[in-house]
């Protein structure tokens, strides 16, 4: 991430048309002397910038284009807001679920439970409670592998 003061930046002078940062500064300083800046040649070179300078001048749109745009991008953060809030609610409720049925009660593995015991417990399958002791590898105290009897 680089930070630079736009202000501090144009009073240096020292614009080098063939540095790419330089051409960003120039589009956030002035997007509107892009095209009278550089030659076609320059603008295939620099394809993305000129992507978001076409962008940038909502002056080529009518009206209705903008609101238009406007209107998605409200649809799109109103949709991401939605889906982070499920998200959440989803959380909360499973964490609920979770101490009402106390399965964060206990998290130390009890000894002597067999797979098929820990997987009704946990309300899990048999395989995903064999690839939880696959990936556990050796008890950490006697070196042993978790029993999977």
């Not at 745009?69 to 609610?89: N, T, V």
């Not at 979770?98 to 067999?114: I, R």
């Not at 042993?144 to 009897?149: D, G, I, L, Q, V």
């Amino acid at each position: 991430m680089t930070f630079v003061e736009m202000r501090k930046w144009q009073e240096l002078g020292n614009f080098d048309r063939t540095d790419v940062r330089h051409a960003w500064m120039m589009f956030f300083a002035q997007p509107d002397q892009m095209y009278q800046i550089y030659t076609p040649e320059e603008r295939k070179r620099l394809e993305e910038l000129y992507a978001a300078v076409d962008v940038w001048d909502l002056t080529r749109y009518a009206e209705k284009e903008v609101e238009g745009m406007d209107y998605k991008i409200r649809q799109e953060l109103a949709r991401q807001c939605d889906i982070h809030q499920s998200f959440e609610d989803g959380k909360e409720e499973g964490m609920k679920l979770g101490m009402e049925k106390k399965v964060f009660a206990d998290t130390k593995p009890a000894a002597g439970l067999t797979d098929a015991e820990i997987s009704i417990r946990h309300a899990i399958t048999l395989e995903m409670v064999q690839r939880i002791r696959q990936a556990m590898g050796p008890h950490p105290e006697g070196q042993e592998p978790f029993t999977s009897t």
